[in-house]
């Protein structure tokens, strides 16, 4: 449930599933899911259409006691679901809005629940000059990852926030530094901080 706060934001009770990795707008994931309070959230979720969140652990595990989230993270949408050999299920999200946690709370079952701000959604900015080598990389590491990150339109290679986030999955950076791009509101400077971590 969305409501608006102060100053007419959109904010939102998510359910949080923190993970030992970043999900980032627009990115896949697989997950396997085998804990109750997992398996009562994604019935919860089919149930009312819902939706939840993935933040980054900060202190704890995936497993067991309830684990401290980073204070961004990022929706995630269920986009197929199987059975495993093992029996255990395993799923394909996908990544959507980004979201700022205000403050959490934990069920009896052991589940994070978060209010959460969304954050701005990326303007639909070209690319300035000064990230035209980030595109040219993008499109040589594309060349060599498959047809399965290949960009719907020629167009989105000229968009800075498409761009940006494409670099962000595909580039092998630390969990840390995908967070600190969550925080980043502006599409140019985010590149910005892709630049600076790119070996000259």
């Given amino acids: 449930m969305s ?97 700022h946690v205000e403050h959490t709370r934990v069920r009896d079952n052991g589940l994070v629940v978060a209010q959460v701000q969304w954050c701005t959604d990326d303007a639909d900015d070209e690319l300035r000059p000064e990230h035209s080598l980030l595109a040219t990389l993008l499109t040589h590491i594309i060349e060599q990852a498959g047809p399965a990150y290949e960009p719907g339109s020629p167009i989105l290679l000229d968009q800075a926030g498409w761009v940006g986030w494409q670099l962000a999955q595909l580039l092998p950076l630390e969990d840390r530094q995908r967070l600190q791009l969550l925080q980043v509101d502006d599409v140019h400077q985010r590149l910005d901080r892709l630049l600076g971590w790119i070996p000259t």
């Fill in 3 to 99: 409501t608006a706060g102060d100053g007419g934001l959109d904010v939102a009770a998510l359910p949080l599933f923190p993970l030992h990795t970043v999900l980032l707008p627009g990115a896949v994931l697989g997950l396997r899911v085998f804990e109750r309070r997992y398996l009562d959230l994604l019935r919860e979720c089919g149930r009312n259409g819902g939706t939840f969140g993935v933040c980054l652990i900060l202190q704890g595990e995936e497993t067991g006691a309830p684990a401290v989230p980073a204070a961004y993270g990022v929706e995630a949408r269920v986009e197929d679901f199987d059975l495993g050999a093992d029996g255990v299920l395993q799923l394909q999200l996908r990544g959507g809005r980004r979201f």
